[in-house]
Nanobody, 115 residues
Framework: QVQLVEAGGGLVQAGGSLRLSCAVS????????MGWYRQAPGKQRELAAAITNGGVTNYADSVKGRFIISRDNAKNTVYLQMNSLKPEDTAVYYC?????????WGQGTQVTVSS
């Protein structure tokens, strides 16, 4: 059974920083793509950032230059460093991994940015 456990959400003032982490456990290895999606109230879930096992990254335009995604393949863990946070970054952030044609999701972690 594959499990994704997220940590690092919380409340921060605009301009501040947070770091999210997502540890993947279970019988899973050589994960192709790891990423972070987010869903704000009343909006659809959207990709924030993703990274391949080769280190190729992809960012939503709204977070480029402020967020940095990274991964530790030995630990099956993905990170999202979020800097210069804005109130519009407020959302539930979900970890996602794609492996052998399947999508796996974390339970979500709330990020709230106050103005």
């Amino acid at each position: 059974q594959v499990q994704l456990v997220e940590a690092g959400g919380g409340l921060v003032q605009a301009g501040g920083s947070l770091r999210l982490s997502c540890a993947v456990s279970g019988n899973i290895f050589s994960i192709n793509v790891m990423g972070w999606y987010r869903q704000a109230p009343g909006k659809q879930r959207e990709l924030a950032a993703a990274i391949t096992n080769g280190g190729v990254t992809n960012y939503a335009d709204s977070v480029k230059g402020r967020f940095i995604i990274s991964r530790d393949n030995a630990k099956n863990t993905v990170y999202l460093q979020m800097n210069s946070l804005k109130p519009e970054d407020t959302a539930v952030y979900y970890c996602n991994v794609k492996w052998l044609g399947h999508n796996y999701w974390g339970q979500g972690t709330q990020v709230t940015v106050s103005s």
